[in-house]
């Protein structure tokens, strides 16, 4: 115990914190490239052209249906044998990226869909353009019907970009097994890897929890759902 | 007789695949004239409103409105005009409709501005003015933070209506405006929609009200099979109608 807390805590941390640094790095950046991707996705699958429809729906249907290993190893060894060679990171984000973008582009389809057409009719009859009612009225709701979602997927993101280990990424897995191989520590060393991914991804999920708090209206704050579903019509004389 | 009609349809054709909902309607509007359209369900009132505000694309016809082609025929080519005129033409005859259709995420002001902010580009301080006047004519001053959710049916139609109002419009489509309320909030609604016919505003209404229909039009047109069967004065549509249809049908809503 001691030794844990006051030699391997001091000696090694550092090296897995400059490892969590990539992770958070490999995370946010494929993050931003997938809500990219999974939106425009989402947004050609819906505008109702076939020659667009089906080869997005293929790339969803192969990104979500092979395992993520497969893609990151497909992308790092056998790109660069048609030419194409990416560092592990570069890899890493792309594969990650894809993948996510993926998923994403069928929370959004959803989260715009459900969005009553009525409102688009209401835009479109007093004159407001497509791309106007995108952005004014149906994104900022489907926005905030997606979020829990979304933030569910970045854990998971965070927790999976261990898997950008496997194509000799520095990132804090790792750097985990890299002491290991060199101490043969390995309960202590997993265990604060363990710890660093709990704590990263707990604070994802609070800062989740605090967008999502403040998209929502006030009226709606504090009282959730059920209040929303109980709210009572307030019916006052014409 | 010299003035030109503010809206006027010719020809009007609107299929969904195979299915024909408008036959060829033809329709006059004048400015400041209160038209009604009466007939039964799926008889095409609907579609015509719709397609007279382009939120469907007519198959076939003419519509004009003030001035302005929307659509025509040139020989056998049927031609829509450009998004921008749609637009600018939506702009001028809004549309208020059976489900209100407010913008959930919108404060009830919020909702009126949003038209004259972005499709008229007025200044915020001049659009929340006059949603500000408007919403007190509609009896809505003390709801100006309240979101949809909040309010009664009732209210959110006079939300809408004061939304559709915002546009300074020329003409004001009403897609059955009291089918989805409560039956002690329609006189409301009717109230509402009879003091914009007195200040002399367009008005093209998609009522089942037809004791309100009987009072306040100055035409009402009958429109069954996608097409208009009759149309005249609502004293004659009503006492004395022409055509067998008709007829039927204002036995079947007078039991």
């Given amino acids: ?238 | 007789m010299s003035e030109a009609p503010l809206l006027s349809v010719r020809a009007l054709h609107k299929s969904f695949g195979a299915l024909n909902v408008l036959k060829g309607v033809d329709l006059t509007v004048r400015s400041g004239e209160v038209a009604f359209l009466i007939g039964p369900s799926g008889g095409g009132k609907s579609t015509l409103i719709r397609c007279i505000n382009f939120l469907e694309t007519p198959s076939s016809g003419e519509i004009t409105f003030d001035g302005r082609p929307l659509c025509h025929e040139d020989g056998r080519v049927f031609h829509v005009a450009p998004e921008r005129v749609l637009r600018a033409a939506r702009s001028e005859m809004p549309m208020v409709f059976q489900h209100f259709n407010l913008f959930t995420h919108r404060t009830v002001l919020e909702n009126v501005i949003e038209g004259p902010l972005m499709v008229k580009r007025r200044r915020r301080d001049e659009a929340i003015a006059d949603a500000e006047r408007l919403l007190r004519e509609v009896g809505l001053h003390d709801k100006l933070d309240f979101y949809p959710d909040q309010l009664s049916g009732g209210q959110k139609q006079r939300v809408a209506i004061a939304r559709a109002l915002a546009m300074q419009p020329k003409l004001i489509l009403f897609d059955e405006p009291t089918s989805a309320l409560d039956p002690e909030l329609v006189a409301g609604i009717l109230d509402t929609i009879r003091a914009l016919a007195d200040s002399g505003m367009t008005l093209v209404v998609v009522s089942h009200e037809m004791a309100f229909a009987r009072k306040l039009a100055d035409v009402v047109h009958f429109i069954a099979e996608g097409a208009i069967m009759e149309s005249g004065p609502p004293d004659r549509i009503f006492d004395n109608p022409q055509n067998p249809r008709l007829s039927g049908f204002i036995r079947s809503i007078l039991h």
């Fill in chain 1, 1 to 238: 115990m001691y030794e844990f807390f006051f030699v391997l805590i001091p000696r090694h941390f550092p090296f897995l914190l400059e490892g969590a640094l990539v992770t958070l790095e490999l995370s946010f950046l494929s993050m931003a490239f997938g809500l990219v991707l999974g939106l425009a996705t989402a947004l050609g699958r819906l505008s109702g052209k076939r020659w667009l429809d089906w080869p997005l729906m293929t790339y969803v249907e192969i990104w979500r249906d092979v395992p993520l290993i497969v893609q990151l190893m497909v992308i790092y060894f056998t790109l660069p044998t048609i030419g194409i060679t990416l560092s592990g990171f570069w890899a890493g984000v792309l594969g990650l990226s894809l993948n996510l973008g993926a998923y994403l582009s069928e929370v959004f389809r959803a989260a715009i869909m459900s969005i009553d057409p009525g409102q688009r009719a209401a835009g479109m009859s007093i004159g407001m353009s497509k791309p106007m009612i995108y952005r004014r009225i149906i994104f900022p709701q489907a926005f905030r019907i997606a979020i829990p979602t979304i933030g569910g997927y970045f854990i998971a993101l965070l927790k999976d970009s261990s898997l950008v280990s496997f194509i000799s990424v520095n990132e804090l897995l790792r750097n985990g097994n890299i002491i290991i191989s060199n101490t043969f520590r390995n309960m202590e060393v997993y265990m604060m890897v363990a710890i660093i991914y709990f704590i990263l991804s707990f604070a994802a999920s609070r800062l989740i929890r605090h967008l999502e708090h403040s998209l929502t209206p006030k009226y709606l704050r504090r009282q959730g759902r059920k209040a929303k579903a109980l709210a009572p019509e307030i019916a006052v004389l014409p």
